[in-house]
Structure formats: C-alpha cells, structure tokens
C-alpha cells in the first residue's frame, strides 16, 4: 500500500494558545496530527467545500512549536477545492514535525468540509502519506 492511514491523538488546549494568530472562527476546527518530514518532501493540505454555499476558511500549517509554516485565508464555492501547500527548505537537515489546522469563519460550514494532508516526495512524486482531518470543538474560556 502505497499511502499510510495515520490517526493520531491530538491535545487541542495547546492549540488555543498565545502561539497562534487565529481569525474568531467560533470555535470550529479542523485538525491532523503531528506528522514529520524532510528534505524532499511537500505537505498539501486539501480541503473540499461539499456543503451548498461558499464557505470561508483559515488553512495553517503549524511547526510543532507552533509557528506559522504557511497560511491562507480562502473563499471556496460549493464542490470545489482549496489546496496549502508547504515545500520542506532544503537548506535544512533535520525533521521537521508539524500539523494542519483549517478554521471555518462561518460556523455552517463545519459541517461539509474534508479535508486530508498529503506528504509528498518531490523527487519521485508519489505520495508516502495521507491523514485525514478530523472535526474538534474548541470551547473559548467566558468572559
């Protein structure tokens, strides 16, 4: 089989915090796992709008320390797709671990979006992983 299923658990107060400049989205997310590459690889993050109306959404890809690898802010009609991607330096020689977050602006949207976070070799390119993202709520603290 060539793309590996990888589910993993993910601690989503971490996420909430001072590391992260986010958009309100009210609370919705979409996130993956840590996931690592190296040299010679590229992250896509797709995401696909199955719901009737355009959605507007936040698509991040994050360092583990939460730095912002790469960002956008999409607006995409119904059935189509946005892609984000993220080309690993070659400059540098270690792993790098990361994940993708994808944050709806509209809250009705949460519920036709899919997304999956591709790796890809670059030198082959054949795709080594697939992990499906996966709906979380983030309660905001009150005031």
């Given amino acids: 089989m060539r793309s590996k299923l990888a589910v993993c658990a993910v601690c989503a107060v971490g996420l909430a915090g ?23 690889q590229t992250a896509h993050l797709h995401v696909l709008n199955a719901t009737r109306s355009s959605c507007q959404f936040e698509m ?8 912002t690898l ?9 059935g189509q797709t946005a892609t984000l991607s993220f080309k690993y330096p070659l400059r ?9 977050v994808v944050g ?8 036709g979006l899919l997304g999956t976070l591709e790796i890809v070799d670059d030198f082959t390119d054949r795709t080594s ?3 499906q ?7 905001q603290p009150s005031q």
């Fill in 18 to 40: 001072p590391a992260h400049a986010f958009i309100d989205f009210g609370g919705a997310q979409f996130l993956s796992g840590l996931l690592g590459m190296s040299r010679g």
């Fill in 70 to 78: 790469q960002a956008r802010l999409v607006d995409v009609a119904p």
């Fill in 60 to 67: 991040e890809i994050l360092a583990d320390n939460g730095k």
């Fill in 133 to 139: 993202l996966y709906g979380v709520q983030i309660k």
């Fill in 92 to 100: 540098e020689s270690r792993r790098q671990l990361f994940h993708a």
């Fill in 104 to 111: 709806t602006v509209v809250e009705s949207c949460t519920a």
């Fill in 129 to 131: 992983n697939v992990v």
